[in-house]
């Protein structure tokens, strides 16, 4: 069994910002695989199914972002999978609008729902696809900037990007991690080419121990 998590905020005061970008490609895959993402479990919207021939769950904390560990490590209790079969999906600001990013293992690069992650499971060796949003501009305060909405034009090329990302996802469960990474690093969008955690900072000084969208 796969666990696959998208990272993002609950809410629609949250729907279709920046950070979300793992629960819109959470919501690409429940099209594919024709399920619903809405069974209330482990501090997250879950859904079940099949998804490359393999029986996955697909998972979107209801945590807030800087602790979405904590519903991470509730599902991973309950399933007990290995580390290489949770995927999480989630938003990258060093990376251009629809731009995408496979890993199999690697640090939280200063995203506070990941260093959550790594904190709450004690390893930081699962797969994850990056989904790059942009870097914010100069002016612009970084949670302003992950809470705000794409541009029309930016919308266009991250719609192509979410449906690669799940496609992503399915490559990996079907061939791999590597041959995700070499099919799909680079590309950009619509391109042919109770806490159980440790605490820890996020961006701005945003700590793990409260619930907050950054």
Same mark, same amino acid.
């Given at each position: ?133 942009? &870097?914010?501009?100069?002016?612009? %305060?970084? =949670?302003?900037? !992950?809470?705000?909405?794409?541009? $029309? @034009? #930016? ?39 109770? &806490?159980?955690?440790?605490?820890? %900072?996020? =961006?701005?000084? !945003?700590?793990?121990?409260?619930? $907050? @969208? #950054?």
């Amino acid at each position: 069994m796969y666990i696959i998590v998208g990272l993002g905020n609950p809410g629609e005061k949250y729907e279709h910002t920046r950070h979300n970008a793992g629960f819109e490609v959470i919501d690409r895959l429940a099209d594919r695989m024709g399920v619903r993402v809405e069974e209330k479990k482990h501090r997250a919207l879950c859904g079940k199914g099949i998804l490359a021939g393999q029986k996955v769950v697909l998972v979107k904390p209801q945590t807030f972002m800087n602790l979405s560990g904590e519903s991470v490590r509730a599902v991973v209790d309950f399933y007990k999978p290995e580390p290489d079969r949770i995927i999480i999906i989630y938003d990258d600001i060093s990376l251009e609008p629809g731009q995408l990013r496979v890993r199999a293992k690697g640090s939280a690069g200063g995203h506070n729902g990941v260093k959550n992650i790594i904190a709450c499971l004690g390893t930081q060796e699962f797969p994850r696809i990056r989904v790059g949003i942009g &870097s914010k501009p100069e002016q612009m %305060d970084l =949670a302003d900037y !992950v809470l705000s909405r794409f541009s $029309r @034009a #930016e919308r266009e090329q991250m719609e192509e990007a979410f449906r690669e990302a799940a496609e992503a996802v399915e490559t990996v469960i079907s061939h791999g991690t590597e041959a995700a990474m070499n099919q799909y690093n680079g590309r950009k969008g619509n391109s042919h080419e109770q &806490s159980v955690c440790k605490s820890v %900072d996020g =961006a701005g000084g !945003v700590r793990g121990t409260e619930p $907050r @969208a #950054e």
